[in-house]
């Protein structure tokens, strides 16, 4: 059983920083996309980033470039996504997936997801 784990959100101030981990199990986790999501009240699941199996590749929504990195650690199957500067409209659940290989920033093509983890940003 495919089993995805996030964790590191909380309440941050505006302009701040936080970082998100995305532990895997029951996977094989090197040969996996591996994508981060959100969804704040009101909206649809929308894309933030994604890694491609090996690392080479990754991808950002325009509303995150500059100030979001994704990274993964294959030998710890785990998968990080750092956030700076964050913004008010940054609060979300935030979620990892993971997805065959070439998967990149289409959500229907993940096949597994995490159960989410919360991040808000306010003063």
């Known amino acids: 059983q495919v089993l995805l784990v996030e964790s590191g959100g909380g309440l941050v101030q505006p302009g701040g920083s936080r970082g998100l981990s995305c532990a895997a199990a029951?996977?094989?986790?090197?040969?996996?996309?591996m994508g981060w999501f959100r969804q704040s009240p009101g909206k649809g699941r929308e894309f933030v980033a994604h890694?491609?199996?090996?690392?080479?590749?990754?991808s950002f929504a325009d509303s995150v470039k500059g100030r979001l990195t994704i990274s993964r650690d294959n030998a710890k199957s785990t998968a990080y996504l750092q956030m700076n500067s964050l913004k008010p409209e940054d609060t979300a659940v935030y979620y990892c997936a993971a997805g065959p290989r070439d998967t990149g920033s289409a959500s229907w093509g993940y096949n597994y997801w995490g159960q989410g983890t919360q991040v808000t940003v306010s003063s």
């Open positions: 890694i491609s199996w090996r690392g080479g590749v990754t």
């Open positions: 029951g996977m094989i986790f090197r040969g996996a996309d």
